[in-house]
């Protein structure tokens, strides 16, 4: 699943009420695929790629980090 759609189903499933299962498995997700965007980042970086593509890739990861944030700072009422 990428990036954005994670960040769609989380947006989605908290107005709803999500529960801290449910936003621990997102949190998960999101966590493996910024891990996994930093090894490709590397990669790109060995390999002296389009800067466009490297730039691409560090707004994915800035997006996921950041809703990382997000879920780690939800507040349970
Ligand atoms: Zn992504």
């Known amino acids: 699943m990428s990036c954005s759609s994670l960040r769609h189903r989380f947006e989605e499933e908290r107005v709803r009420g999500i529960s801290f299962q449910r936003a621990m498995d997102i949190y998960r997700e999101v966590e493996g695929s910024v891990a996994a965007h930093k090894v490709e980042l590397e990669e790109l970086r060995r390999t002296n790629a389009d800067p466009s593509r490297i730039n691409h890739l ?13 879920i780690k700072s939800l507040h349970l009422h």
């Open 58 to 70: 560090q707004e994915h990861i800035n997006d996921g980090e950041k809703l990382l944030q997000e």
